[in-house]
């Protein structure tokens, strides 16, 4: 007699019934901690072993994956959505002012941030949002220059960030990158597909020899020298080649926390299945009595016609001494939806906002409507500085296309530098103020307007206070025009330029020949005003 029949003749029924539900739950642990360790193991999915070192960088088909994942999660989850959208917003919310110093340069930049196309992908307030989002997302951004080589207009364009497969560096210098290796489909209009694959140069590789193709893997690819590619990237380390999604650490916990809301949700919904308490005396016939005038015959048939409806919401219910109808009580729980807050905190965390920002008002006070927490505001500031170093790039580079193209805007000289690097001499001009011959200044500025909402008055207090230090003339700490743009800037002027043109209008040279200074324009145009000020009170003053 084997040993488990000798077991069984031991136990009675109930005994080896309980035997079997041990053995059973058991074996369903043992497939449940299978199943988590071959998750263990996947987890391995998506890195690569680069060379002999430790593995450092996700895999292209793993950072496909991840940014699978967030696009679902950002057009589906609430908390994901709210901190990608509450970044874009408030880095280009307001706006972006581009500008160049010099009038013939800021034509360039001008035409470069009206250009339709441009407007289309980047330039405007909705191309803006939407790259920010992007950026946030994929982390990465991979923008395509196409200059015209006739007349130097420069417009971008985007590569899907999935569409690029491997960055190719500079075998002695990996954070040199030299090539893009992208593969794509292309559709045509009847339908038909084709797959393509070639090399995009980086727009700071300038080789001096550049090949029609190059070996990569065996396969012979051709080089797009014509297009070259401004990598922007995020969320990652200087080894890695590729950015990786800001919002990947945060996926984990918005699901969490999706998962715990959804369980509470089902929970209250079980307690809502039976509203009140009903007890009554009499035993079973009294039991059914009740049922018969709190029941409805509505619900068991489609067809049934209601021959005892329930009562209205607000009803009296009214019965003998000793029965009682209450309401089933729900308060005192053991289940809240407050016990996820450590869920949500964690979704705060990794998208570096407070938690006030994902709904909870509650955690705010007064100074944190009109201010941020200094991480956070550091936070903004500092993906306003990398945009403004993005437009800045690209600005230069349309710069240096206006001098290259035969019927560009700008003259001048361009050398190259010991590796390559293209270097932009603008033609000399002459100093309006000191007469000597300078290069035309190549400086863009990218303006972002204050990013807190601070108080009017304070700002125009401290303003006036830098000029006058605190006297009551002006103490030559500044000159007008700055003190004046400051002014209108805190005063919250959009167009400040078109103002400051109107109040500082350039020398203006009369028809004898005579040059007037702006400040002598200024002062007459003052005395004009005065002066009609003063006609207007003689004639109309005792009229009321």
């Not at 994942?69 to 589906?76: A, E, I, S």
């Not at 497969?165 to 954070?175: A, L, Q, T």
């Not at 007890?279 to 048939?301: M, P």
């Not at 500025?445 to 401290?462: C, N, T």
Request: aromatic fraction near 8%.
């Amino acid at each position: 007699m084997s040993v488990l029949q000798r077991l069984g003749e031991q136990l009675n029924r109930g005994q080896l019934a309980e035997l079997r539900e041990t053995i059973s739950q058991q074996a369903g642990n043992l497939e449940l901690l299978q199943e988590r360790l071959v998750e263990l193991e996947r987890d391995d999915i998506g890195w690569q072993r680069i060379g002999q070192e430790v593995e450092r960088e996700f895999s292209r088909q793993g950072l496909r994956n991840i940014n699978h994942l967030t696009r679902l999660f950002w057009l589906k989850n609430p908390l994901i959505q709210r901190g990608v959208n509450i970044q874009a917003h408030y880095v280009f919310g307001q706006g972006v002012n581009v500008q160049a110093e010099d009038d013939l340069v800021n034509g360039v930049v001008q035409q470069f941030m009206g250009d339709a196309k441009n407007q289309a992908e980047l330039t405007s307030h909705q191309a803006r949002m939407l790259k920010e989002t992007e950026l946030t997302l994929f982390g990465n951004l991979f923008f395509v220059l196409f200059p015209n080589k006739l007349n130097g207009r420069l417009r971008v364009r985007t590569i899907p960030v999935d569409e690029v497969d491997d960055v190719i560096c500079n075998p002695e210098d990996s954070k040199d990158p030299w090539y893009y290796r992208r593969s794509w489909t292309q559709r045509s209009i009847g339908g038909e597909t084709t797959q393509h694959e070639a090399l995009y140069p980086d727009w700071r590789y300038t080789p001096a020899t550049k090949p029609q193709s190059v070996q990569v893997g065996g396969a012979t690819l051709s080089v797009q020298w014509e297009s070259p590619v401004y990598h922007v990237r995020v969320g990652c380390l200087t080894d890695m080649r590729f950015g990786v999604s800001e919002v990947y650490a945060a996926l984990d916990w918005a699901k969490a926390y999706k998962n715990f809301l959804e369980d509470w949700s089902t929970i209250v919904r079980a307690y809502a299945r039976f509203a009140w308490n009903v007890r009554v005396k009499g035993g079973s016939a009294a039991v059914s009595a009740a049922k018969t005038k709190l029941g409805s015959t509505y619900g068991s048939s489609t067809t049934a016609t209601e021959s005892n409806p329930p009562p209205v919401t607000g009803a009296a219910f009214i019965a003998q001494q000793g029965v009682g109808l209450s309401p089933v009580r729900t308060a005192g729980a053991t289940t809240s939806a407050e016990d996820g807050r450590r869920l949500l905190l964690m979704v705060a965390a990794s998208t570096g906002l407070p938690e006030s920002f994902f709904g909870d008002v509650s955690v705010g006070t007064l100074a944190t409507a009109k201010s941020l927490d200094r991480p956070t505001e550091l936070k903004m500031l500092a993906r306003q500085t990398l945009w403004a170093d993005i437009f800045r790039s690209l600005c230069a580079y349309a710069i240096e296309w206006a001098v290259r193209a035969p019927r560009g805007l700008l003259r001048g000289s361009i050398e190259a530098d010991d590796d390559g690097t293209p270097i932009v001499h603008l033609e000399q001009v002459e100093d309006p103020e000191t007469g000597e011959l300078r290069e035309r200044d190549a400086t863009v500025r990218v303006d972002f307007p204050e990013l807190l909402e601070h108080d009017v008055g304070e700002r125009v207090g401290a303003i006036v206070d830098a000029a006058t230090l605190r006297g009551m003339p002006p103490a030559g700490t500044m000159g007008g025009p700055t003190l004046t743009r400051l002014l209108l800037s805190a005063l919250g002027e959009e167009d400040i330029d078109a103002l400051m043109e109107t109040l500082y209008p350039p020398d203006e040279e009369t028809p004898d020949g005579v040059v007037r200074p702006a400040e002598a324009q200024m002062a007459e145009a003052v005395g004009e005003l005065r002066e009609a000020i003063s006609q207007f009170v003689r004639r109309y003053g005792n009229h009321g």
